[in-house]
T-cell receptor
């Protein structure tokens, strides 16, 4: 199957700093990427849908000024957590939808810990 | 609004047993259905993708079926192994850019 990478895989930062997470589709182009967060032993929670070249669509309750999403190319989307606080600590996962059959592929996730 | 339900929520079986995981969805107007596997602290691995026009897909010891009209899919795992222990997620998608709708998953434990 197609490969989606995320970088970094793990990040620890101080409260108040900003953290950028990259999501790349390595061997296919994706017009649409999705960002999720997941708390321990809980289901995935969709944060936003990111379309290349346009503004992201955020789910209800997700602060767009706090979670900045940029989808500048067909293979790269970034999520920036601005002024991170301990409650932002979570597992963030991205996915990319390929053209073929609309299949969706997921990245390995990024573990964010805010001290 | 599409809703996806997975039963059971958790399952524990001895090694070697064949097992079935169930997924149901409320709106039969789907474009495709995907089964994923998630190991603790990891991302999701796509196992099988079934298009709405298909009845089943097979990959190794895995077989997924789809009955679109009744809103059901099953994932059959043959000769289960301890390495199959993970959470299995079912998700349905449409043909546009809307997100997949996920079930809450079935947590599988295969005991050696």
């Amino acid at each position: 199957g197609a490969v989606v990478s995320q970088h970094p895989s793990r990040v620890i930062c101080k409260s108040g700093t900003s953290v950028k997470i990259e999501c790349r589709s390595l061997d296919f182009q994706a017009t649409t990427m999705f960002w999720y967060r997941q708390f321990p032993k809980k289901s995935l929670m969709l944060m936003a849908t990111s379309n290349e070249g346009s503004k992201a669509t955020y789910e209800q309750g997700v602060e767009k000024d706090k979670f900045l999403i940029n989808h500048a190319s067909l293979t790269l989307s970034t999520l920036t957590v601005t002024s991170a606080h301990p409650e932002d600590s979570s597992f963030y996962i991205c996915s990319a939808r390929g053209f073929l059959h609309n299949e969706q592929f997921f990245g390995p996730g990024t573990r964010l810990t805010v001290l | 609004k599409q809703e996806v339900t997975q039963i059971p929520a958790a399952l524990s079986v001895p090694e070697g047993e064949n097992l079935v995981l169930n997924c149901s969805f409320t709106d039969s107007a789907i474009y495709n259905l995907q089964w994923f596997r998630q190991d603790p602290g990891k991302g999701l691995t796509s196992l099988l993708l079934i298009q709405s026009s298909q009845r089943e897909q097979t990959s190794g010891r895995l077989n997924a079926s789809l009955d679109k009209s009744s809103g059901r899919s099953t994932l059959y795992i043959a000769a289960s192994q301890p390495g199959d222990s993970a959470t299995y997620l079912c998700a349905v998608g449409d043909s546009g850019n809307t997100p997949l709708v996920f079930g809450k998953g079935t947590r599988l434990s295969v005991i050696a």
